[in-house]
C-alpha cells in the first residue's frame, strides 16, 4: 500500500504551497476544485477518517475549524458564506483515507448536496 498523500504532503515530500501551516494542522489548495476556492485543511497526525477520532484529538478538531474560519476569512468568502465538509468513508465520497475538510467557495452551492 503506498503511503498517505496527505501525510507526505504534511511532512514536506510532496511539494504544495501552503495557506495554513501550524505543528498540528496544514492547508492548501485542492489539486482537482470544486469550486473557485477548494482548500483542505488535513491534520499533520495520520488520522484515517472522521469516524477514527479519539477523545484526545478535542484540540486538533478545534484547529482545523479554526484553520477553515480564518482561511475563508483571508480568502475573502466569510461574508458571502462557504462550505466546509467532510466526506467519511467510501459511500461518504472519501477518497483519500486521511481525515480532512474541504474548504468550498467562491459559487453557490445547491441542497441537497450530491
Known amino acids: 500500500m503506498q503511503e498517505c498523500v496527505f501525510c507526505r504532503i504534511a511532512r514536506g515530500e510532496i511539494p504544495v504551497q501552503l495557506l495554513w501551516d501550524t505543528p498540528a494542522v496544514a492547508a492548501f489548495r485542492d489539486a482537482?476544485?470544486?469550486a473557485p476556492i477548494h482548500i483542505l485543511i488535513v491534520p499533520k497526525k495520520h488520522i484515517p477518517s472522521l469516524d477514527?477520532?479519539?477523545e484526545e484529538d478535542?484540540?486538533?478538531?478545534?484547529e482545523l475549524f479554526k484553520a477553515a474560519r480564518e482561511?475563508?476569512?483571508?480568502?475573502?468568502?466569510?461574508?458571502?458564506?462557504?462550505?466546509?465538509?467532510i466526506n467519511t468513508g467510501a459511500d461518504g465520497g472519501q477518497t483519500v483515507p486521511h481525515l480532512h475538510l474541504h474548504l468550498m467557495a467562491g459559487r453557490e452551492f445547491g441542497w441537497p448536496a450530491g
Open 71 to 85: 482561511l475563508a476569512r483571508r480568502e475573502g468568502c466569510a461574508e458571502r458564506g462557504y462550505r466546509v465538509v
Open 58 to 62: 478535542g484540540a486538533l478538531v478545534d
Open 32 to 34: 482537482n476544485p470544486q
Open 52 to 54: 477514527a477520532l479519539q
